[in-house]
């Protein structure tokens, strides 16, 4: 049987049910987030141990970290090729520009940045 939404029974018992779950948590939190009564150093803060996982995983990565071949490629391959491809790029461009100038072939007002 459906239902006016286009979606089965099922379906919408399993949206209501996560509604249902996120008003209560919503109502938690905000309970505990405007709790006069909780210590100073605490007002407005709610702990979450997820976070706390999180962000002590983040500070403590690089303790425990190790380099391998794979991140080293990858490292190599996302840093310092690009580094070094743009830089001939530029290199390249600005050796062919300098020639034509230089041979008389790029007259001076179809220059670029003729005034720095």
Request: charged share 30%; hydrophobic share 40%.
């Amino acid at each position: 049987m459906s239902n006016n939404y286009g979606i089965s029974d099922a379906d919408l018992n399993i949206v209501k049910q996560q509604a249902a779950r996120r008003a209560a948590m919503r109502k938690e939190f905000f309970k505990q987030s405007t709790n006069p009564w909780k210590h100073a150093s605490e007002a407005g803060y709610v702990f979450d141990p997820a976070i706390q996982k999180f962000m002590s995983m983040k500070v403590t990565q690089f303790d425990h970290f190790k380099p391998n071949m794979r991140n080293s490629l990858f490292g190599i391959c996302v840093i310092v090729v690009p580094m070094f491809a743009y830089g001939y790029l530029i290199w390249n461009d600005r050796e062919k520009r300098e020639h034509k100038i230089r041979t008389g072939e790029l007259r001076y007002r179809d220059r670029d940045f003729k005034l720095a």
